[in-house]
Structures are given as structure tokens and as C-alpha cells.
């Protein structure tokens, strides 16, 4: 199966658009995890274990691994989703990016270390970040586009001639550089007519909309902008809502319960 | 001794502008270096040994750590560079970029974790990227504006109003965000215009300028295009040229020749 069957497949046997960010932080842990050997794998594994019926994907964000030198704890949360749950999508959100010879290795660091079946790439340095990516053709590429965070729009909003940079940068993915179909977007769900454009300039493009949660994103105001979503390809992200949502003994309940939130909404998208 | 400084101090000792990019790749090591424990770090030490005179920066590139899961190679690389040559700087090339909360673990991962002296960063998610890093006053931050590789300028050179975007961005940091004084600019030596119309836009800025060797930039048209020089912030990466210059078991000193080679250009450029 590829990248667009996969995502395609597990939408909608969950009914679900929710992708759980994997992204553990020693100091906001339930207590249970300390002084474990391998505590992120150990908590995601909870997680995952709590939420798998709800989600079409997890994300790992690669830096609160490589903050702690647990890559290994990465590692494991793979091969354990793999493992177990080999029909719901992983995203390695590491946002690489890098001329050709660099991104080859970020690519086997992706591909082969991980074996995740997509990853997040920054386009600032243009076409060469995403050529070695390319050559992985079953496995899926998600650029940045309009990003949630705050300062998003810098430079992404800056116009070039009539539209804005991020825009400008969707179209030539969409128009230029999506010739293996395996190519989506990352677009904040904090930015809604950012969402809205892009989605009415391409609807078959899948996005992954970062945001929902801490970040302030609403749910419903995500899906009614992409309400048509004739191919269902959409990931809509929580991190911090859905894995701190308790942090008692109870805390992998706590999490579920909060997908379970997530997911009634988005079932209601599916007829 | 801020980065500023550190750099302007190693600059004037050794008098030279030569980075060298430690990119160790298994298939490209010297057939000594097979079946070790720690390739990378021992190749890399034989390389810093043989060019620590030459030289005002060394940069590790992660990707190629990454790709090979040795991380603890390239922990013990900035290990070695800081006990043995604490006056050199060191750039951790990882061009990391990200939402405020994973940008601290990523200044974490970079200044704790590797403990480097300065970072290149990349900025297409805007000031959010940059904010966490800055807390670390001491350390220096390049952030990626016109970058070396063939399709660069896809984004880069788009025009923002009169000027390409790559400007606007040098522009921006030049004038609001470098209130701290510890920002500088990724600007390749493959494309001499940039660095000419950045260098006359602020001449203040250090520069680190990928691209020598082979990625094809000449260093004299390089050096000629700063030519003024006034603060002489100017790092100049060369990567396989030097670490690969031999392969036998004298690749030690084959390496040194090559970074002799560029430093002897650049050492004319000092009064």
C-alpha cells in the first residue's frame, strides 16, 4: 500500500482525521515514569495503546527525543506501532531540510532507522530538500506551508505579487512537484482562510493540520472549512490536550477519553 | 567570551576564515575506520587533530550522525573539540526549526545535550523559531537566508515587493531581531550576488558561507566579494574536500594539505 492508500484505509476504518503527537517531556510525564529505562517509549505505548481505535496517526516530534538523547525510546515507539498497529499511519515530524547530499541521509534517518511511513520537510532551501525523499515512492512527504504557530506568517504571509508566500508555495507543490503523488501539506489549523485557500485550490492534496489543543485550534470551525473533504485526506493533530490529559494513574484513560472527544466530532463528518 | 568574540578571537589566531564540515558517511570513511566502535568520532578527531591550526569553526552535520544512529559520536566529537581546542568555534549544522515548545527542546538538544557554540536555524516558521535559542546569550545563531544548493532560490529568490525574499529576510534579521547580538547569516558561496548585496545591506552580520569546494564556490571570489572585511565575521564550510581529500592512511595529512591550501589564500586577506 502507499502513502495516499494507507491514509485512505485507516480514515476510514476509525472514522477518524485525530493524529496523536507523541511528544514527551520528562518534566510533564505521570510520575509512574521515572526512573524508567526507556520512559517516552514506555508512556507512548500507553498512549497508543489507549487511543489506537481513534486515530488515523501518530506523530513523533524528533526533538523532545534528541533534547534527551533517547533516540532509542523513537525507535521502539516505531517499531512497537509497527508492530501492532500496522494499519495506522506514522508521520515522523523532524521538518529536515538540506541541500541533496545531507537530505539523502535525513532520508535513510527517516526511512531506514525509523521506517516511518511519512515525514515533515521544510522547503525554505527549495526542490533539492525533497528530490532523495521522493525516491522512497510508497512513503509520504509533508511540507510546511502555513504553520500554526504565532509568528507563522513572517515570512509565510509575505506576498508575492498577488498571493502570499505560503500560497505561492502550495501551488507549485500542487501544480509542479507532486508528480509521484506521494506529497501533502502541513497547514495550522490555527489559521483558517489560510486552510480554507489552499483547500479550494487543491482538493486532493492530503493536509495535516497541527494545532488543535494547546494551540488554540477549534475543531469543528477545521472540519467545516475542509466540510466537502471528498477524499477524507486530512490529519488533524493534538499533542499536549490528548497525552498530558491526566496525570494520575488513570492518565492512559484520561488520554482516551479526550480522542474519544476529538473522534465523536469528526464521525459525524463521515456518512 | 560571548560568540561574537569567540569568533573574532580564533579569526585573528589563526588567521583564517576555514570551517571545516566533520560529515563522516560510512561509505566514504578510510578503510581504517571499519568495523570501530566510534567511526565518526575517531575519524573526526584525526581530521581536527591534523587541521586545529587552520581553521576558525568546525561544523557537524547531524543528518549524517542520524542517519547512522550514532548520536554518541557526535556528542564526543564537541567533547573533544571543546577539551582539546576550546578556542575554536563549533556549529551544530542542523538547521532545526519549529512552534515555540519544540524549539526549546531543540535549544536543549543543541546547547545542553551537544553543548555547541552556535546553531544554523531555519526561519520559514518565523521569529518563533529563533526565540527559544536566544535565551542562550552566549551562543550564536545562524539562521539560513540564501542557501548553496542548485534549486535555492525556488523560494528564496521570489520577489517580495522590489527585492527577493532571501533579502527581506537578511533585512529583517539585520534590523528587528538581533537585539542580542548573537544572530548571523547562512548565505552560500555559490551565489555571489547574494553575498555582495547582503554584505552591503549590514557588514556587521557574521557570515557563514557554505559552498566551497564541492559544491563548486571559488574562495578567492568569495573572499574578494566581503573584501572589505571590516569585523572579519566571515566562516567559510568546506566539507568533503577536506575530510575526503585522501583515503589511504595518510588521509590525516591529505586533509591538513587542503585546508593548508585554503587557509594560505585566506591569510593574505589579514594585515
Known sequence: ????????????????????????????????FSGKKNPFFEFNKAI????????????????????????????????????????????????????DSTARQYARESFHRYQADSVTLNVYMGKDVVTPFMEYESKGLFLLCKTSNPHGGDFQDLKVGEQPLYYHL?????????????????????????????????????????????????LKQILDTVKELKNKRIIVNASRSIIYAGKG?????????????????????FK
Not at 2 to 23: A, M, P, R, W
Not at 180 to 202: C, E, F, P
Open 170 to 218: 502550495a501551488k507549485t507543490v500542487s501544480t509542479e512537484w507532486n508528480e509521484k503523488k506521494n506529497l501533502g501539506l502541513v497547514v495550522g489549523g490555527t489559521y483558517i482562510d489560510a486552510l480554507k485557500k489552499i483547500r479550494q485550490m487543491d482538493s486532493q492534496l492530503p493536509l495535516l493540520v497541527p494545532g488543535l489543543g494547546a494551540q488554540g485550534g477549534d
Open 48 to 99: 497508543i495503546d489507549a487511543t489506537a481505535d481513534l486515530v488515523n496517526a501518530y506523530k513523533p516530534q524528533v526533538a523532545y527525543y534528541s533534547a534527551e538523547g533517547l533516540e532509542a525510546d523513537l525507535e521502539m515507539t516505531f517499531q512497537y506501532i509497527q508492530k501492532n498497529y500496522p494499519h495506522i499511519l506514522t508521520i515522523l515530524d523532524s521538518k529536515r531540510g538540506d541541500i
Open 249 to 269: 494513574a488513570d492518565f492512559a484513560d484520561k488520554s482516551r477519553q479526550k480522542a474519544l472527544d476529538y473522534q465523536s466530532v469528526m464521525q459525524t463528518y
Open 1 to 32: 500500500m502507499n502513502f495516499y492508500e494507507k491514509l485512505d484505509h485507516i480514515t476510514q476504518k476509525n472514522k477518524s482525521f485525530l493524529c496523536v503527537g507523541l511528544d514527551p517531556d520528562l518534566k510533564s510525564l505521570p510520575e509512574i
